[in-house]
Antibody
Framework: QVQLVESGGGVVRPGGSLRLSCVASGFTFSTYGMHWVRQAPGKGLEWVAFIQYDGSDKYNADSVKGRFTISRDNSRNTVYLQMNSLRAEDTAVYYC???????????????????WGQGTLVTVSS | EIVLTQSPGTLSLSPGERATLSCRASQSVSSSSLGWYQQKPGQAPRLLIYGASSRATGIPDRFSGSGSGTDFTLTISRLEPEDFAVYYCQQYGSSPRFTFGPGTKVDIK
């Protein structure tokens, strides 16, 4: 079965950096895009970043552009989120999620999040 | 930027009752790009519906989605005890690429 296990969360001071990891199993990792989605305490869901199956395309939310970088290592079945210049408002549980592409080459694709990890908590505080 | 609004904020119902949740977009969206997720306390979200009306793998048929344009609905035909949770709609677009609604909490009356 599909499993996604995040790690790397913790407490960091404003302006600091952290790298999150997500190890995947139970599916052919190298053929699926991957996402990071976050949820601030008691709040709703916010998409953070997406990386295509082969790393060729990456997209970030405006709120993290220029500060967060998504990457992947298909030989390790792992997706990463490098977070720099962290702010208090980045405090959240960070989930990695597997991409579910719906559609075809001619009409285009829409994307959903069909499997999620249990999340890792990032707290930005002085 | 497309904004998703969900109503009501909280829905108080009893097991066995029908739940109707609304998701409204600030401008017309493709039905193929609208999905619904369920999240229970302390758990990750779970995909219920994609393409406005298609059930994800393993989702019971008491969950159904409908709608088009700017108005979409998630219906739970008969609430089971495990269905009390928060429900989010989500849209895939251009910028930002993925938008979530603020959620509707379904709690026990």
């Amino acid at each position: 079965q599909v499993q996604l296990v995040e790690s790397g969360g913790g407490v960091v001071r404003p302006g600091g950096s952290l790298r999150l990891s997500c190890v995947a199993s139970g599916f052919t990792f190298s053929t699926y895009g991957m996402h990071w989605v976050r949820q601030a305490p008691g709040k709703g869901l916010e998409w953070v970043a997406f990386i295509q199956y082969d790393g060729s395309d990456k997209y970030n939310a405006d709120s993290v552009k220029g500060r967060f970088t998504i990457s992947r290592d298909n030989s390790r079945n792992t997706v990463y989120l490098q977070m720099n210049s962290l702010r208090a408002e980045d405090t959240a549980v960070y989930y990695c999620a597997k991409d579910l592409p719906i559609g075809d080459y001619w009409s285009g694709y829409t994307h959903y999040f069909d499997f999620w990890g249990q999340g890792t908590l990032v707290t930005v505080s002085s | 930027e497309i904004v998703l609004t969900q109503s009501p904020g909280t829905l108080s119902l009893s097991p066995g009752e029908r739940a109707t949740l609304s998701c409204r977009a600030s401008q017309s969206v493709s039905s193929s790009s609208l999905g619904w997720y369920q999240q229970k306390p302390g758990q990750a979200p779970r995909l219920l519906i994609y393409g406005a009306s298609s059930r994800a793998t393993g989702i019971p048929d008491r969950f159904s989605g409908s709608g088009s344009g700017t108005d979409f609905t998630l219906t739970i035909s008969r609430l089971e005890p495990e269905d009390f949770a928060v429900y989010y709609c989500q849209q895939y677009g251009s910028s930002p690429r993925f938008t979530f609604g603020p959620g509707t909490k379904v709690d026990i009356k």
